[in-house]
């Protein structure tokens, strides 16, 4: 009785971990098609920075934080809703390789002022949006 019991917990675990792969992979999808949407939509051409991979990276800091801060409120921390939203959505919208790569190539075109620029601005934007986000949803 005790193998049958433990056999149908472990299947219950299994289903419960598959739920939240799929709600990854879903909202990960979404957040990448965003990503490369916002990557293609190119108002800042002729600029040195890399704006569209900072506009998908502190759009994706405040949704983060907006959805962490409704989470925390309503205690959903581990929600489905919270587990497509920030760890898919946000996670496939923003993109921290793209960002060290564009970073990479200011520094051997030698446009250290960009480098410097775009780096600090990324990590202040980025770090205020998730708290501004947190802060609106509170």
Not at 12 to 40: E, H, P, T
Request: charged share 10%; with cysteine.
């Amino acid at each position: 009785f005790h193998l049958i019991c433990y056999i149908i917990s472990c299947i219950k675990k299994i289903q419960c971990i598959v739920k939240q792969l799929l709600l990854v992979f879903i909202g990960g999808g979404l957040g990448s098609i965003f990503r490369y949407l916002i990557s293609n939509f190119s108002i800042f051409s002729n600029s040195k920075l890399p704006f569209n991979t900072f506009i998908s990276n502190i759009g994706g800091c405040l949704i983060v934080g907006l959805i962490i801060g409704w989470a925390i409120k309503n205690n959903q921390m581990n929600s489905p809703q919270t587990i497509l939203l920030a760890t898919g959505f946000c996670g496939g919208l923003t993109t921290f390789s793209t960002f060290a790569y564009e970073n990479s190539e200011l520094m051997k075109s030698g446009d250290i002022s960009s480098f410097l620029i775009y780096t600090f601005i990324s990590i202040i934007f980025g770090i205020a949006a998730v708290f501004i986000g947190i802060q609106i949803a509170k």
